[in-house]
Structure formats: C-alpha cells, structure tokens
C-alpha cells in the first residue's frame, strides 16, 4: 500500500503517526481513505469544493502534483505521498 | 581607545523565561490563534501564523526619538520586531543593518526617474539582506531553548545562518541546491556548518527541510521559525522611512523570490502609520523576478492571485524559487498599494548589474540585477511615474555571483611592466 507522510499539523488526527498506509491507486482515492480511516484529515486537505487547499502541498513520488495530474495522479503501490504546509520555506 | 563591551555569553542550554513583546502567533487566513513556540503554520487550515503583537504595550514606549537613541543596527527597532526575551544574551547579533540609503542621481537620470534611493543591503556582515531574517529568527531561537539552527537557502540565507551560528558557538544545518555559485557555496562553508547540498532546485531543498524540521526538532528559520523570521524584514521599510527623515517614500522596487521580504516591507509602512511614526501616503511597492522563474509576475500579468509553479531556469539563482511561499500575499501587496510585479530575462539581469555598478558604484549580486532592470523596465512602461520618489533595495552583493558576469566585463589592457608597453597601448 502507498504510504502518506503526515505534518505535524495532522498528527493530532493520526494519533501521533507520521505515517500511515492507505489504499489506492489515485492521489484522490487515496486522501477519501485517509479521511475515512481518520476523521477530520480530508477537510484539512481539500476544501468544500474537493479541491486541494491554498495552503496545503502535496507530492508523490517527491515531485509537486501541481507538475503531475493534480488529484488524479496515479500512485503505486510503493509510492511515498508527502503532505508538506505551503507555507514551510522562505529563501 | 577601545570603548567596546561585549555582552555576556550564556550559551543557551534552556529556554529563557519567555518576556515576549507578543501575544501569541495567529493564522493569517483563519484567524487561529496558538502560543508563541516553535510553530509556523496553522494547525487547523495550514495557512501561516503570524506573530500577533502587544500593541498596546508598544504603543506606550515607541517614538521616534527612542528609536533614533538605540544602537546602530536594526534592533534599533527592536520594540517593533518579536523579541521574546529581554536577556540581552539571547540576542544573536552581528550588527545587521542600518545599511545606507544612497542617493543614486546618475542610474535616476539613466532611468528617466527624478529622484531614486537604494537601500544597498550589500553591505550587511554576511553580505545580503538575510542578516536581517537571521538575526530575529537566532534571537527568537535561543531564547525558546533552541540549540541547533538550520535553513533551507538559495544561497544567501545559508551564508548569514552560517555566519551567525559560528559567532555563538552553536551548530548548524545548512540546505542548498547542489549547483549553486561557488561563492554562495564557499561563502557558508567557510564558517563550519554542516553544509548539505542536495541534488535538486530550491524547491526541493525546501521540501525535504519541511520534513526534515519535523523530525528534528531543529531551528528551521525559515521553516519552524519562520514566523519570527519573517518580521526581520520589515526593517528595509522601517530603515527606509527613518532615512529619508520619517517620510516614506512613494515607490518602493524589491526583488522577489518566496515574496516574503516584499510583503513585509508594505507592512513595516503601514505599522509606522499605525503608530504614528510616520504620517502620509503610505507607499506603492513593487516586485521583481526573473523570467526563468517568474510564478508570482506571471500570476500578476494574468490579474490572479493563484500562483502556479515554475521549475526555475535562470542566473539568478537567490531568486530562483518556483513555489514561492508568499507569493499570494506579494500579489496582495501588489494590488493594495497600486504596485506591480514584472520580470526580465537574464541579458537583462547582467544588464542591470552592470548599469548600477557603473553609475553607482555599487556592486550587486543577480537579484540587484534582477531589481534595477525591473525598474528600467517599470519606468518605460510608465508603471513608476518619474516623478515618483523611488527606492530600490538592492539585497545582496556582487562578489557572491561574479559568474554572472564574468563573460561581460573584464580587464582593459594586459601589460608588462613597463611604461612605454603602458604608454604604447593608451595610445
Ligand atoms: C539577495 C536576495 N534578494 C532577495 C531575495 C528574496 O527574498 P524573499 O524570499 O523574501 O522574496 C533573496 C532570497 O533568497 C535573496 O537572496
Ligand atoms: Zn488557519
């Protein structure tokens, strides 16, 4: 199963992991089974439209989805999924 | 006679009983508020915390006359920045700032502008504008007990972090990009760090350091202690308006890469007015990239506050930041005060080196490049009115990327030593 790095904002919702395995194929699949296996973590991520919120980066594979396809893009089995606030970096 | 005394050196073992001039740190987006600690992004909607200050308190002491008594650097300003202890030893300073602001007559009249300024940060100890990131990011650090320092950098902030951490004593971690200039590369080696080079751009040093600051429990500055950080800047603009006689300015230019720096030059204005420090218009500020990395300026041509990513490709490589983490609240800035934010090729950025060192003399690295051709190009377009009193901060100094002209200036005539030879070749 894919593996989702989680923040430290998050680990709240993981008690206290900083990573979990969840199911999927998708980047889209796999945040729904992280919100469901932890209550709370999909609205920290997407916002009520279901797209990803202003302030949350995610990569697969350690490159930025924005250069991937986005919540469609594919995740295998091995994958790393690393959920990183936007606003970690400065110069 | 030497008049000089050092303040004590207490190394900084555990966290100092916290005296903060704050009153917590709140989400800039949702409002949150946590207690001042190690902690830079909102732990409810991941957008960033700011330090939220005692205003009242500050009201009540700060004055221009208290400001123009303190020392010469920026903790001149010290009231209006996070100082969360008042020990004097948790200060790690190596007197950044108070850098002048030069009038700079003949690169106005290259320009067509009537009266421009620079605020040449070249000057600074490590030699940019980070020094002044790093010295509030140190000073909050120690006194919240912490021991080991580090950085995501592109060059510049890796530099002052070294610097600083060398003069007291404490360990380092610096990230760069593995391919960065060697004078940026040397320039943090030389002081001892553990210097990591990574094989990958900015953004990809920046990710692992988020992660990496998860783990450790070090002092990211630009990470975990981002928020404290993040004010130092605000001293360009406080500097600025107490230079020009406690006026601002009307346009202000500065150089772009995560669009911290320039949005925290538009708030050091607008608390000068909030304090009464400084009365009248409150200024217009300007932002600058370079076009191969150009994700804020290409977001303000489309009129959009959504900053799409950019896999960086240009000399300017301080500036070469494709994810930039302020990049919206420089869009912000741009918007609210009328400004704008352009970008230039790299021709353009040598261009703009060479133009300032040759009607200035002052020598700039790429971002100063990246900034005076900005200008030039903000000016013909009529963005800049030339009756505008203009700043331009020019943020780092030219012999940390002499590459960037190494193919475009160099010695006149190569001689022996004789005089005829000399004599000879003048002719
Ligand atoms: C010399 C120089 N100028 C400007 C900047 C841009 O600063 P900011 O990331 O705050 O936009 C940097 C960033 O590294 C820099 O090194
Ligand atoms: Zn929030």
Redesign the interface.
């Known amino acids: 199963m894919p593996t989702v790095r989680i923040p430290t904002p998050l680990r709240k919702l993981t008690d206290g992991e900083s990573q979990v395995a969840v199911a999927g194929s998708d980047l889209r699949t796999v945040v729904g089974n992280l919100g469901d296996a932890h209550p709370g973590l999909r609205e920290r991520i997407l916002d009520d439209s279901g797209e990803l919120r202003r302030f949350v980066n995610v990569f697969v594979r350690d490159e930025d989805i924005r250069f991937q396809d986005g919540l469609d893009t594919p995740v295998a089995e091995d994958d790393t999924v690393s959920i990183v606030p936007a606003v970690a970096g400065g110069a | 006679m030497p008049t000089a005394t050092a303040p004590p050196f207490v190394p900084a073992r555990e966290a100092a009983d916290l005296v903060p001039n704050l009153t917590g740190l709140a989400c800039r ?1 949702c409002g949150e508020v946590e207690e001042v600690g190690l902690s ?9 915390l700011e330090v939220v200050y005692d205003t009242d308190a500050i009201s009540a002491v700060v004055s221009r006359e208290r400001i123009e008594a303190g020392p010469p650097s920026l903790w001149r300003y010290g009231d209006l920045l996070p100082t969360l202890s008042s020990d004097p030893s948790h200060r790690v300073d190596l007197q950044t700032g108070l850098t002048p602001l030069r009038p700079a007559p003949r690169l106005a009249e290259r320009l067509g502008l009537s009266e421009l300024w620079l605020k040449d940060d070249t000057v600074n100890p490590s030699g940019s504008f ?1 020094d002044r ?1 790093v010295t509030v990011a140190l000073s909050a650090g120690r006194a919240l007990g912490i021991e080991t320092f580090a ?4 060059g ?2 890796g530099n002052s972090v070294s610097a600083h951490a060398a003069a007291i004593g404490a360990p380092a971690y610096v990230f760069i990009p593995a391919d960065l200039e060697t004078g940026k590369v040397l320039g943090s080696a030389v002081h001892g760090p553990n210097l990591v080079t990574v094989r990958g751009n ?3 040093v ?2 692992l ?3 990496v ?3 450790t429990g070090w002092g990211f ?3 975990n202690l ?1 928020t404290y ?2 004010e130092g800047s605000k001293t360009i603009g406080f500097e600025i308006a107490e230079q020009l006689g406690w006026r601002f300015p009307d346009h202000v230019v500065a150089p772009i ?2 669009g ?1 720096m320039m949005v925290k030059i538009d708030k050091a204005f607008r608390e000068l007015a909030s304090y009464g420090l400084v009365d009248g218009d409150l200024p217009r500020v300007s932002g600058g990239q370079a076009t191969g990395c150009s994700p804020v300026a290409e977001a303000f041509a489309r009129g959009s506050f959504d900053v ?2 950019q ?1 960086p490709d240009t000399i300017a490589r ?2 070469a ?1 494709g ?1 930039p ?2 990049g ?1 609240y420089a869009l912000k800035v741009a918007d609210r005060t009328g400004g704008a934010i352009g970008h230039v090729p790299d021709d353009e950025i040598i261009a703009g080196i060479r133009l300032l060192a040759e009607t200035e003399g002052v020598f700039a690295e790429t971002a100063g490049g990246v900034t005076v051709a900005n200008l030039k190009r903000m000016v013909e377009a009529g963005t800049i009115g030339r009756d505008e009193r203009t700043v331009a901060v020019i943020s780092g100094n030219g012999y940390k990327t002499v590459e960037a002209i190494a193919d475009d200036v160099g010695p006149s005539f190569e001689v022996s030593p004789s005089l005829d030879d000399f004599l000879a070749q003048l002719s």
């Open positions: 987006e830079h992004v909102c732990g409810f909607c991941f957008g960033p980070k990131v950085c995501a950098s592109t510049n902030l900015y953004d990809d920046n990710r350091c988020a992660e600051a998860d783990d500055v630009n990470v981002r950080y993040a890469a995560s911290a799409r990513p896999k301080s500036l930041i994810n983490a302020d919206y």
